[in-house]
């Protein structure tokens, strides 16, 4: 249940490995750090700083994250860091800080159990946040009333007042008909839209020439649902709102968030008690390692890298302050590595060759590049590209802090001997700036926290280990004797003004397409973790073995497909091979895969299309065609 069996694997990585040939061959840490070390001056030396980049593992410590950017940005001077947020949710950490000034939950865990009403959008919580997921179910069967918008009728759907089930990738055009009923009918918060929020008439005279009819067509989602849906919000008013990756990972991901927090602010939600903005996030650490500044454009709490008094508290702390104009996030560094631009990168934790989108692209650029070090539990499907692999202690094995999606920063301790050689992340990458030539000292993790609250005070200036012991503390938390804060936004947007935004549907480029008929969901099931690294090495992969298609029985039998039948799945990206499932979960048109197994090859299929504005990848819907698989 919990698969934490993959930390005693027989096959962990327990020392460090270096390329030779097609081979990779044992060596010692002290040889790998300085191969390491050496290599990276070469290339920078040869090629500049922005030849190099890193991408810190959302599965690691905040300490880890924080240092590597630190290394990159302090003693290479190149901003080219960048986690899996990302791929994840970026756009909702871009949407969040746009309209309200910062870019995290507003809401908590605890809000579930107070709030009347919760919506959850393109979100899946029963599997891919079980324990959310449990507190929501008690939630509603204590009488709170929910409304589920998935394309598919995912479990919570079945305690649902109102299921409006969407075509995938429009969001946007059904949060603007709900915001349009919601004003129309006079179901809003006139005192709270008045004291805090701007924008309201430009907004709600766009709202209003939208037609519900035409809507309704593009959703899918019939007019009479719509306003169901609206009028049940609106007798509420105050509402918790849950999403997921179904707003973010789209082209129009940062604008369905953004459209969410219309709904958010016309109900007077946000900064509320049992109300606002609970985006359920990705991994153990991956709030915590954007909030470390695991991004190219913002520094350690979301500082921009031009502000004034950041660069003169960096320059005390860290010696070297780095460029002022952002680095490349990792779609483009991936792009930039198959151009030749980026000769060397740092990935910790991240298995991009199965997660990253249009896997082809990706092996091309990896296989492109000079000099390869990656930090793994395992011997991934990216480490076939390293020239340095070094062995990484996991989460069970070392003292860190990890963030989670209340902003909860929570300290962990080892519970067992990391295997053979490996070690945590944070003191490797010490190892190598001490090597490159920094004079850092950090004696334990907790020194490094010390450091991360004084280069961003405003969030982290009270946070310190002793302070973290039990529950931990939910930033923000300036001062050593403030709290933490339960609810962002409360006495008034931290941007001073909530922003309602008026944004128009735009089709996505896999909307529509000639000779593929299906719009393909990709994502995630109870079973399985990402790529799979861990749990596949655990008895869930008894319960299940493989990642399969569902599609809806009506579209199998048209395509003569039986259950359990092998299928050919194609899209203008890739293709691959699957097992297909039939299933009523799915709507017909409209097919769901997972991506926890590399051999399932998923992203193969999905392409290269980014929301522009966060360059998060379009997960969610790719226009593809199928047919059983004869060889
Ligand atoms: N068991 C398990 N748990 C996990 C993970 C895992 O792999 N396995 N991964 C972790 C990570 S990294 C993350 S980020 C989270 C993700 O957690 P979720 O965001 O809950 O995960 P997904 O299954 O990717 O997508 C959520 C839902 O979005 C819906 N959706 C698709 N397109 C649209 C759309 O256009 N609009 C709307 N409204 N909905 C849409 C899908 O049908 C799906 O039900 O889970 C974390 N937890
Ligand atoms: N088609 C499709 N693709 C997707 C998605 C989707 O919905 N559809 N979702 C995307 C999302 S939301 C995400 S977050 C990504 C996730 O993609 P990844 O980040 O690639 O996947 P993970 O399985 O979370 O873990 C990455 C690696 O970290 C290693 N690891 C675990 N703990 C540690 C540690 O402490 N230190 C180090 N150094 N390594 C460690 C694991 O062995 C694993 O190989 O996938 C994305 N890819
Ligand atoms: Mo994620």
Not at 54 to 79: D, G, M, P, V, W
Not at 115 to 122: E, L, S, T, Y
Not at 172 to 197: H, S
Not at 619 to 625: F, M, S
């Amino acid at each position: 249940r919990y698969a934490h069996s993959y930390h005693h694997s027989s096959d962990r990585l327990t020392k460090p490995l270096k390329r030779v040939g097609e081979e990779f061959q044992p060596i010692s840490w002290d040889e790998a750090l300085d191969l390491i070390a050496e290599k990276l001056l070469k290339i920078k030396a040869n090629y500049g700083a922005d030849a190099l980049g890193a991408f810190s593992s959302s599965r690691s410590t905040n300490e880890a994250a924080y240092l590597l950017q630190k290394l990159f940005r302090s003693l290479i001077q190149t901003n080219n860091v960048d986690c899996c947020a990302r791929v994840c949710h970026s756009s909702t950490a871009l949407g969040l800080r746009t309209v309200t000034g910062a870019g995290a939950a507003s809401a908590s865990y605890v809000d579930i159990e107070k709030a009347k009403c919760i919506v959850i959008a393109g979100a899946n919580p029963t599997e891919a946040h079980p324990v959310v997921g449990a507190r929501i179910k008690q939630a509603v069967l204590n009488g709170a009333r929910l409304v589920v918008i998935d394309p598919r009728r995912i479990e919570l759907a079945e305690y649902a007042d109102i299921h409006l089930q969407l075509l995938p990738g429009t969001n946007v055009p059904l949060f603007n008909a709900l915001a349009k009923v919601l004003i129309a009918e006079d179901l809003i918060d006139r005192d709270y839209l008045n004291e805090r929020v701007e924008g309201f008439e430009e907004f709600s005279t766009f709202v209003n020439n939208l037609s519900l009819e035409e809507i309704a067509t593009i959703t899918t989602v019939d007019t009479n649902l719509i306003y169901k849906a609206a009028r049940l919000i609106g007798s509420y008013g105050k509402t918790l709102f849950v999403h997921g990756l179904g707003l973010s990972e789209l082209t129009q991901g940062t604008a369905s968030v953004m459209t969410l927090c219309n709904l958010g602010m016309l109900t007077g939600s946000i900064g509320r008690e049992g109300a606002g903005m609970l985006p359920l996030r990705g991994q153990n650490n991956v709030q915590g390692n954007a909030d470390m500044g695991g991004m190219p454009n913002l520094i350690t709490g979301y500082q921009p890298l031009n502000n004034p008094e950041l660069r003169q508290r960096l320059e005390q702390l860290w010696g070297g302050v780095p460029p002022e104009e952002p680095g490349l996030t990792i779609p483009e560094m991936i792009d930039a590595a198959g151009r030749g631009e980026i000769h060397a990168l740092w990935i910790q934790g991240e298995d991009v060759v199965q997660s990253d989108p249009n896997e082809t692209h990706v092996r091309e650029a990896l296989s492109n590049l000079d000099f390869l070090v990656v930090q793994e539990l395992f011997f991934s499907e990216t480490c076939h590209y390293a020239h340095v692999i070094l062995p990484a202690a996991a989460a069970l094995e070392q003292e860190g802090t990890f963030t989670n999606g209340e902003r909860r920063i929570q300290h962990v301790r080892p519970a067992v001997p990391a295997p053979g050689a490996a070690r945590p992340d944070w003191s490797a990458i010490c190892d190598v700036a001490v090597k490159m030539g920094a004079n850092w000292h950090y004696p334990n993790p907790g020194a490094v926290m010390d450091e991360i609250a004084q280069v961003a005070p405003h969030f982290f200036g009270g946070v310190s280990y002793n302070r973290l012991q039990g529950d931990g503390l939910q930033w923000p938390c300036p001062a050593a004797d403030h709290p933490g804060t339960v609810t962002v936004h409360a006495d008034h947007f931290i941007r001073g003004k909530g922003q309602l935004v008026a944004i128009d549907y735009l089709p996505s480029p896999e909307h529509g397409v000639a000779g593929y008929p299906f719009l393909l969901i990709t994502g995630r099931i109870l079973e399985h973790y990402n790529v799979g690294t861990m749990t596949r090495r655990t008895p869930n992969q008894e319960l299940v073995a493989e990642d399969v298609l569902e599609i809806h029985p009506a579209d199998a039998n048209r395509e003569h497909i039986a259950d359990g039948e092998s299928v050919h799945l194609e899209s203008r990206w890739g293709s691959t091979t699957v097992t297909a499932k039939h299933s009523r979960r799915i709507a017909p048109s409209t097919l769901f895969l997972s991506f926890h197994h590399p051999q399932t090859h998923t992203n193969r299929v999905t392409g290269p299309h980014l929301d522009p504005q966060s360059k998060c990848p379009q997960y969610k819907a790719v226009a593809v065609r199928l047919q059983p698989n004869k060889s």
